[in-house]
């Protein structure tokens, strides 16, 4: 137990000491998640929701495949994408291996699945009640798409608080494609990674102190968001 | 209004395009897995007033509005509008208010306003018809509250006004105060009432013979996926030809 | 077509993160490397005096030597700085490096539990050692990860009547992992490993645990450094991964690798040839 103690109280004296290694690290990581929460949910959101109204052969497949893509681990995507993004892959030329760019397609593609799976069962949930009430009233297609993602807007911010506590956490996928290079692409969880291997224990916990309080800062102000927005709506 | 009503039924207005109805149905069939609901349903629909499905529960009264409304596609069977008019403007002219009032989770006002842009209003007019049907249903007091915070009563008003916001000829109503208490199941009335005078044709399930004799002209008595009767509504009450709806009224367990 | 459009996106997201390698401001060239050069600080202290002097900046990828050695054949290096000697000679020859040279050197160390319960503390001969551990039965854990330790202690117990494929699992653990997370797991279970002797001198979680045996000239342990092939990969930097290896076999670079030291102790020894 006194290890925890003196983790958080590292953990404590690090953010406050205002590292500028530890700062640069932070800001790394959520500009590397939040940049493929961000992508991953433009492109999840509509997939999902066009999954969970649209009726077409394979589609009972296809929401097992992405329900089981939501496990993928990221260690074989990361792989994946240093295979593809290595200079004898097939995206070589763009040289974007061992930079943030490909951390964040590498997150993107463990993140998107779950945005897609969850949204779709969020929206087919809501259109199971809203949709005679929608249809009497005319709406279909996009326009009930779109009314439906309104309708479900709270829950789609569980939903990208989901895929972000996704993106945040892993190190397998961000360590292969990222190279874990010192002041490039160095991340709070390759951090932690590091560290353990040098045998910093005490360093490590305190770093993975500073990253959930890191996750809980970003839920917090989800849920600042969450409980401000309604009043706001009905002003 | 008799004058119009006597005309149309009578085929001898010009102008069949300004209606909806009558409403023709023939041996209209509903399967769902195998299981016939509705089972060969012929009827006619009069233009005014309010006509009154009732019947048993599962008698497939739910099942039949949702067909005669295009919720559901019969499985045989067609339902005939006059006036030739297109399926995108058949479902223009109507609306519908379900036993469990399904609002979005924005203000009652923006309920409101919501089914008229859907309906194609445009900005100035649906203000002046947002204003003018909150007023009617007595819900200028609840305008800008969430619709997520009203009581069961509210809700259902809120349902009603939407459904008479898009001036539809035609509104369908599936037990519409089925779970309401007497105060907000009058307050319902009252508005139907209004509708009804204003010259809006109802269609409405109810299970409740008092509520049926204070809004309805005619009774569809719906047994088993059948018609089995449709009689005005004093000869429904007073003398009710088929054995069902005697039961029915009687209050008593009706066995074959 | 496609391919315009993927090229358009990607510099669309190059830009948003700011740091495509391309559009970077410093130079840059990548290493691939091994961990322990890394995990023991070496590269913190020798790297800022190149990058002061040339402008170059140098961008580590540390990862066990065989990891490194198939990274810089996909072309994802400029320069190769492992220590498994014979595997780098293979690199060179099927044309993926210009050329070898030897750059630095340290030995590996067997270390263990301070209690020694296979009793190897001061033998002289690293395989005796091993034969000994294995035959207390004690635990011993491995790197198993094609790293330039691994294919050395394999070649150590290539020297014993030991047959460890035919152990592995029982008092022979593989752990598939980097020096560090494998001394992490030697410390837990009270086991014997094999490590080089930067990485343990700079470990910080060594509990009880002791160097047992040293000093084999069969522990010797060679560092090498190898640009990555121009003409196979035509990408490759090489003006500045040749002037990087340049400075790190000039009497500037040598010396600065000697002056390196943790807790006053010299882990590298610089041994170029020229």
């Known amino acids: 137990m006194s290890d925890f103690t003196t983790a958080f109280t590292s953990a404590i004296g690090l953010i406050a000491g205002f590292d500028t290694s530890l700062i640069e690290i932070i800001g790394l990581s959520l500009r590397v998640s939040l940049s493929a929460v961000i992508i991953g949910t433009i492109i999840g959101l509509p997939l999902g929701a066009a999954i969970a109204v649209g009726r077409f052969p394979g589609r009972e497949l296809l929401i097992i495949v992405v329900n089981a893509f939501m496990g993928l681990p990221p260690v074989v995507v990361g792989l994946i994408v240093y295979l593809q993004l290595s200079k004898s892959g097939p995206f070589g030329w763009l040289q974007i291996l061992y930079t943030p760019t490909a951390m964040i397609i590498a997150q993107m593609i463990l993140v998107t699945p779950i945005v897609i799976a969850l949204t779709r069962q969020f929206i087919e949930d809501a259109n199971a009640d809203y949709d005679e ?3 009497s009233l005319g709406v279909h297609g996009w326009a009930k798409l779109v009314t439906l993602i309104t309708e479900v807007r709270y829950s789609l911010v569980t939903v990208v608080l989901a895929a972000f506590g996704r993106a945040i956490a892993e190190v397998g996928a961000v360590i292969i494609v990222g190279g874990n290079i010192n002041h490039v692409t160095r991340v709070m969880t390759t951090s932690i990674t590091l560290e353990t291997s040098k045998g910093n224990l005490g360093l490590a916990l305190a770093l993975g102190v500073v990253l959930m309080l890191l996750a809980l800062a970003v839920n917090a102000v989800a849920a600042t968001v969450r409980r401000f927005a309604p009043k706001a709506a009905y002003a | 209004m008799l004058d119009i009503t006597a005309a149309e039924i009578d085929g001898k207005l010009a102008d069949a395009k300004s ?4 409403l023709r149905v023939d041996d209209l069939v509903y399967e769902l897995n195998g299981v016939r609901i509705i089972d060969g349903v012929t009827l006619r629909v009069e233009p005014t007033g309010c006509t009154a499905i009732m019947g048993y529960n ?14 559901l596609t019969p499985s045989a069977g067609s339902c005939r509008w006059a006036g030739n008019l297109s399926a995108s403007e058949i479902s223009r002219r109507q609306s519908m208010v379900f036993q469990v009032p399904v609002l979005l989770r924005r203000s009652v006002e923006a309920n409101i306003d919501y089914a008229l842009s859907k309906r194609g209003f445009k900005a100035p007019e649906r203000a002046r018809k947002l204003e003018a049907i909150l007023h009617e249903t007595d819900l200028l007091k609840l305008r800008k509250r969430p619709a997520s915070v009203l009581s069961s009563g509210e809700r259902q008003r809120v349902a009603l006004c939407r459904a008479l916001a898009v001036e539809p000829e035609l509104v369908f109503l599936d037990e519409p105060t089925a779970s309401l208490d007497p105060a907000a199941t009058a307050a319902i009335e ?38 089995a009767e449709h009689t005005p509504i004093e000869e429904f009450l007073t003398t009710p030809r088929s054995a069902a709806a005697r039961a029915f009224i009687a209050g008593e367990l009706f066995e074959e | 077509m496609l391919s315009k459009l993927i090229k358009i996106i990607f510099i669309g997201l190059c830009a948003w993160t700011n740091t495509a390698p391309v559009y970077a401001d410093n130079p840059f060239i990548l290493l691939q490397s091994t961990t322990s050069t890394r995990n023991s600080g070496l590269y913190d202290y020798l790297l800022p005096i190149y990058t002061n002097l040339s402008g170059v900046d140098i961008r580590v990828v540390a990862v066990g030597t065989g990891q ?5 054949r996909n072309g994802d290096a400029d320069v190769l700085l492992v220590h498994a000697k014979s595997a780098e000679e293979k690199f060179v020859a099927d044309g993926f490096g210009v050329e070898r040279f030897d750059l630095m050197y340290n030995d590996f160390v067997i270390i263990g ?18 034969e000994t551990i294995a035959h207390a039965g004690a635990t011993f854990v491995s790197r198993g990860d094609d790293s330039g330790t691994h294919k050395k202690e394999l070649e150590l117990w290539g020297g014993t009547t030991v047959e460890v494929d035919s152990v592995s699992g029982t008092w022979y653990l593989e752990t598939g992992s980097g020096m560090g997370a494998t001394l992490n797991i030697a410390t837990g279970k009270d086991a014997y490993t094999l490590t080089d002797r930067a990485t343990w001198i700079s470990f910080q979680n060594k509990q009880s645990f002791e160097i047992l045996v040293e000093g084999d000239p069969l522990l010797f342990n060679q560092y090498g450094v190898i640009m990555v092939n121009p003409e196979r990969h035509t990408h490759v930097k090489a003006d500045l991964g040749q002037a990087f290896i340049d400075w790190l076999l000039s009497p500037a670079g040598q010396n600065a690798i000697a002056t390196f030291r943790v807790d006053g102790q010299q882990l590298f020894y610089p041994n170029a040839k020229r």
């Open chain 3, 113 to 130: 539990p301070g209690s020694d319960p296979a009793g190897v503390r001061g033998l002289e001969l690293a395989t005796a050692a091993l």
């Open chain 2, 58 to 71: 599962g008698a497939g009264k739910s099942v039949l509005v949702r067909l005669l409304h295009g919720l």
């Open chain 3, 68 to 72: 490194a050695l198939r990274n810089a």
């Open chain 2, 19 to 22: 209606s909806l109805l009558p």
């Open chain 2, 190 to 227: 009252q508005i139907l009432l209004r509708a009804i005078s204003a010259g809006r044709k109802l269609i409405m399930v109810s299970q409740s013979v008092g509520q049926v004799q204070r809004l309805a002209r005619d009774v569809i008595f719906v047994h088993r996926g059948r018609i």
């Open chain 1, 133 to 135: 009430a929608l249809r």
